[in-house]
């Protein structure tokens, strides 16, 4: 017999790169075979696959740069890992939860990839939440393009860098999907949405998920969004497909979306058995177009390799997995000590004296309000810093730049950001959609590549859509990553009732949810002065800091300050002392302050000597000034407008009872909101919220016990 020809290209592809294709898709099928072994001898304890989806896969770690574009892939993009430069050692590290493992360092499920020299940001186990954040990353370029000064402290900003984002077919029903793309097209970032459409979400098929069952068509409405559809099992035309969206993004013409349809021919993952959803002519007519099977063949057909070197090439890879799980396996689990480790960052420490500029600080000028003094820190701290960026709903003076001559500014609803975008331009100061997660998770994308967004959400009544955003993402990106990533967001929200007429939907202070993420630094300033140092102190850290605004406060005479130099710093942990007293202590921040000085001024007329502590700070707050108050008086209150049960004075009450029991005289009393909701009516209000009159009855009842 005559020797078969060797072809030498397909589609401009070489023959080292048609095998090349073949064996990263045979490789991430084989790493996936290897996690499905292990799993079944207990030797890891999560498996998910990206089998059927391997060619588009590897098609778009060709199309894109690795370290030099950025990626936010989903959990079945194991090829593109690959392909982009991730070993099979890594993805197997990360599947048995090993120290070393550069996606997660053992803190994340397998394939919730990251690698930071890949330029793979972090992904967490929500879907869709990466949409966002991709979007924002894309945004980074843009702004980066639009302020020169900022375009050597955007991390990776070349000019054409594009960001790649995917997700099943099943996620663009989240609604983040519709808001990445709104934003996307709107501002034309560099930012590619490839739908791997496998037909399933887990059980639920397309047509149950997709009004029509087709995504593409759906937003064909979106200006600006270059869409395409291709055959997700067929490297090359996937390759194509990708290519001429990269470039379309590459070229800053906007946005696009590749809907490549693929299959899925192992369950959704070893939690989940397709065979009880799935019938077997369905699953037999996908496994005909298994793309490892159907690439093969065309390798071996068209003369790129016969079928002893696919084989030879099939022996090589079975060995390399084999190699990298033993290697693996050994490789050690993190150190139980570890676990607190990158909660916070550990080079910046906003509790320490570095921060902490409050004592002698010059005061100059007229009295200010709390947004006076908010609004003058934002000022200066934008000057400072380039990198700031301020947005929200309503926060610019006008989005139509050419009508700014023509009228005042709104400059938010509370007018705390007044001419900011007049002062530094509308490529720094601008408006968001109405949407929530839309401003936190573009926030976090751009935060993650080095710019410090400072943005309002405009109140905190409204602050739900992006609780996902904020808990899951915002909070957890640093730990959850090793600290190989960060977003340190500033979110300013104002909050809290005492309104008259706020209602139910204005008056909200659920502080204590947000005082239990971890991750997260949660400031509640009482005065104006107060404010302003925080607010410095908050963007001048390196964490994601929930910045409380009191409504009531904010204009408060009681509460203003003339103005302090724009180097003063209040650290966070530091409570204020803002009453001596020796009988007993009132520990609260917030609006409650003024209550409680209210009710401590009406209790020495009783002979009741009342210390007040502003604790100025939630998370972190400062213990050891509520030792020393607890030691001098030996009797307490814990006053706050959040509701009573399950609110954050429990766990100070519970921690002093724990801790300083011998200390005490008395039990710990808790003054707070009733456990109900904030009503229109005033008379109705007052009866809910805590009052200078319900503190003060808790200090003659506790005062006499």
């Known amino acids: 017999m005559g020797s078969v020809a060797m072809a030498e290209t397909r589609e401009g592809l070489d023959r080292e790169q048609m095998v090349g294709i073949y064996r990263t898709m045979y490789l991430s099928r084989r790493i996936d075979d290897k996690e499905i072994q292990l799993k079944g001898q207990n030797k890891i304890f999560f498996q998910i696959s990206g089998a059927g989806h391997e060619a588009v896969l590897v098609a778009a770690g060709l199309a894109f740069k690795p370290g030099y574009d950025w990626f936010y892939p989903y959990y079945r993009d194991r090829a593109l890992c690959l392909q982009l430069g991730m070993t099979p050692l890594e993805q197997l590290l990360s599947a048995v939860g090993a120290a070393a493992d550069p996606n997660s360092h053992g803190r994340q499920m397998p394939s919730h990839w ?203 890879v079975d060995r390399e997995v084999a190699e990298a799980a033993d290697r693996a396996l050994e490789s050690p689990q993190p150190a139980p000590e570890t676990a607190t480790e990158f909660v916070f960052s550990p080079d910046v420490d906003p509790t320490s004296s570095e921060f902490d500029t409050e004592e002698g600080a010059e005061l100059s000028g007229n009295m200010g309000t709390m947004v006076d003094l908010i609004n003058r820190c934002l000022h200066e701290e934008m000057a400072r810093d380039p990198r700031i960026l301020v947005f929200g709903e309503d926060v610019a003076d006008c989005s139509r730049e050419e009508n700014l001559d023509k009228v005042k500014g709104k400059g938010g609803v509370f007018k705390v950001t007044a001419n900011l975008q007049r002062n530094f331009g509308a490529a720094r100061v601008f408006n968001s959609p109405l949407a929530e997660a839309n401003i936190v998770g573009r926030a976090i994308g751009l935060a993650t590549r080095g710019l410090k967004p400072v943005v309002e959400i405009q109140f905190f009544d409204y602050i739900w859509p992006a609780y996902h955003q904020i808990r899951n993402e915002l909070a957890l990106m640093r730990w959850r990553s090793g600290n190989e990533f960060k977003c340190p967001v500033v979110l300013r929200v104002p909050v809290g009732g005492y309104l008259k007429g706020g209602a139910v939907y204005h008056s909200q202070s659920g502080s204590t949810i947000f005082t239990h993420t971890p991750g997260l630094r949660v400031v509640y300033p009482a005065t104006a002065l107060d404010a302003n140092g925080l607010l410095r102190t908050a963007i001048r850290s390196d964490d994601p800091v929930l910045f409380l605004e009191h409504k009531h406060l904010y204009r408060q005479a009681y509460n203003k300050s003339q103005y302090p130099p724009d180097n003063f710093l209040i650290p966070f942990g530091k409570a204020r002392r803002v009453r001596e007293g020796t009988d007993l202590s009132i520990i609260t921040f917030g609006a409650l302050v003024q209550r409680s000085l209210v009710a401590a001024r009406q209790a020495e007329q009783q002979g009741i000597n009342v210390e007040v502590i502003d604790l100025r700070t939630l998370a972190p707050y400062d213990w050891d000034a509520i030792t020393q108050t607890v030691k001098k008086t030996n009797r307490v209150i814990v006053a706050h407008e959040d509701s009573r049960s399950f609110g954050y004075g429990a766990e100070i009450a519970a921690r002093i009872s724990d801790e300083l029991f011998e200390y005490l005289d008395a039990p710990v009393r808790r003054v707070c909101a009733l456990d109900t909701f904030v009503a229109y009516a005033p008379q109705l209000e007052d009866a809910i919220l805590p009052q200078a009159e319900d503190v003060g009855r808790a200090i003659t009842e506790l005062y006499g016990y």
Request: glycine share 8%; aromatic share 6%; proline share 4%.
């Open 114 to 316: 990251g690698h930071k020299k890949l330029n793979i940001v972090s992904q967490s186990s929500p879907t869709g939440t990466q949409f966002l954040q991709a979007t924002g990353c894309a945004e980074a370029s843009y702004r980066a393009s639009l302020l020169e000064e900022i375009q050597d402290k955007v991390t990776g900003f070349k000019g054409d860098e594009v960001v790649y984002c995917s997700s099943g077919d099943g996620t663009t029903s989240e609604g983040e999907f519709w808001e990445a793309l709104n934003t996307a097209c709107n501002l034309k970032l560099p930012v590619l949405f490839l739908i791997e459409d496998n037909g399933y979400a887990i059980s639920v098929p397309v047509e149950v998920q997709t009004a029509g069952g087709d995504i593409s068509k759906l937003v064909e409405g979106f200006p600006n969004l270059y869409i395409q559809k291709c055959d997700g099992t067929d490297p090359i035309e996937s390759l194509e497909t990708l290519r001429r969206a990269v470039e379309h993004c590459r070229q800053r013409k906007g946005a696009a979306l590749v809907h490549a349809k693929v299959i899925r021919p192992y369950s959704h993952s070893l939690s989940d058995d397709e065979k009880l959803y799935r019938p077997d002519e369905e699953r037999a007519s996908d496994a005909e177009r298994d793309p490892i099977k159907r690439f093969g063949a065309l390798l071996i057909e068209e003369g790129f390799l016969t079928q002893d070197e696919l084989q030879q090439i099939k022996d090589e």
